[in-house]
């Protein structure tokens, strides 16, 4: 949706599918920098913008991108129509800038459906209960259109990115790094959450809870090109029960460069600890990820954690200001640390991957910070500077470059 020649592909490429005789939802994004620019534009005004009219000039954004591709459809022939978020019954909770979507009336989109119009609805927004307009946070648009997918009980969601599916590490860092042509959304949704960007999180979430199968593609392929090829093109996101866990010990490999470890020294060993330290964290909105607590020794003990980068400074305030509570001897910080996980539902199958994953590391001489497990995924902790190094080195050992 960057230009206006982009958006008369965008409607050749739906009319296409309209044509092969699907009823057809679209949700598209605003045009590429308009949301950037709404929101420099608030700054000038008011420095943080009140949430509630920031989400009132964000959601314009996609608004005009609707109608413009509603006019697209309509100059080439076909039957268009297109709604604000409000219009169609999306309703949100009132966390302005980050609300959640809570229900969906699908009523006024059947009838347009059965009318063989199609639809284009606003992505990125919604109405609270008392009708404010409130938006979903940056990369809602896919969170919309998996959340009307899973209302309208559609075949497929089919979502349309600057890359042509999800590769088994980001191919910037590694050249010969697979596209996939299935995951399941387990294993998407740590890859999304260890840092892929290539779906938002709460989006892979909606489309696993409410069981919609989610396709990712290309939006720079041809809008003309073969149905059949489209349709087969980019990366399933599916079930686990339609895959081959016996096929791929290790799906991919994530990665995350904007960490900070933070360790806690001295602190009196005793019931409650862990809230102690955490709670002013916690209150300070900042979320937490990797937790290590050392032995205990003459009372005392160590309690190590890892923040966004971002939060580094502001977590570590948060903690000076309950020092005399909490009862610390010091604070030990790094803000030049990196996760990296590999990730894959066959782990539950197979043993050996964490003997392989730390080998693999000590041969290059990557020390190893922190670590943390679930069942289809290991994290480890490292020098930011070894990054690269260790996701090229794990690629390499789990084969990822084979099909």
Request: aromatic share 4%; net charge negative.
């Amino acid at each position: 949706m960057g230009s206006t020649d982009r958006i008369k592909n965008v409607a050749r490429r739906v009319a296409k599918w309209h044509d092969a005789g699907h009823q057809i939802v679209v949700v598209p994004s605003a045009m590429s920098g308009e949301t950037n620019r709404l929101i420099a534009l608030a700054k000038e005004v008011q420095n943080p913008p009140d949430p509630r009219e920031l989400d009132m000039i964000a959601a314009t954004g996609e608004q005009v991108s609707v109608a413009l591709l509603s006019m697209a459809l309509q100059a080439i022939g076909k039957a268009a129509v297109s709604y604000a978020g409000w219009q169609v019954g999306i309703r949100t909770d009132s966390a302005f800038t980050k609300a959640r979507i809570q229900s969906i009336d699908d009523k006024r989109v059947r009838n347009d459906l059965e009318q063989n119009r199609i639809v284009i609805i606003t992505g990125f927004q919604g109405v609270d209960d008392d009708n404010n307009i409130a938006t979903l946070g940056r990369g809602g648009s896919d969170t919309s259109a998996v959340a009307i997918a899973a209302a309208l009980k559609a075949d497929e969601c089919l979502i349309y990115t600057d890359v042509d599916g999800v590769y088994t590490t980001d191919p910037r860092v590694v050249s010969d790094a697979r596209r996939l042509k299935n995951i399941t959304f387990e294993e998407m949704l740590e890859m999304a959450s260890l840092g892929s960007k290539v779906l938002q999180t709460r989006s892979v979430e909606f489309a696993g809870n409410y069981r919609v199968p989610t396709r990712v593609l290309s939006s720079l392929t041809d809008p003309l090109m073969d149905l059949a090829e489209e349709a087969s093109s980019g990366t399933l996101i599916s079930f686990e029960e339609d895959t081959d866990m016996e096929q791929a010990v290790i799906s991919g490999i994530a990665f995350n460069r904007d960490e900070a470890k933070i360790t806690v020294m001295g602190v009196p060993d005793r019931p409650g600890v862990a809230y102690h330290i955490l709670g002013p964290v916690a209150d300070a909105n900042i979320e937490v990820d990797m937790i290590i607590q050392n032995q205990s020794v003459d009372g005392k003990t160590d309690f190590t954690f890892t923040v966004s980068r971002n939060d580094y400074n502001r977590a570590l305030e948060a903690l000076n200001a309950q020092q005399a509570q909490i009862g610390f001897s010091s604070l030990v910080g790094d803000a030049k640390v990196s996760k990296i996980s590999v990730v894959g539902v066959g782990m539950r199958s197979h043993v050996g991957v964490a003997s392989q994953m730390f080998r693999t590391l000590a041969e290059e001489s990557i020390n190893i910070m922190m670590i943390s497990t679930s069942e289809i995924k290991i994290s480890v902790l490292i020098d930011e500077k070894y990054m690269e190094l260790a996701v090229r080195a794990l690629h390499k050992v789990f084969e990822l470059e084979k099909e």
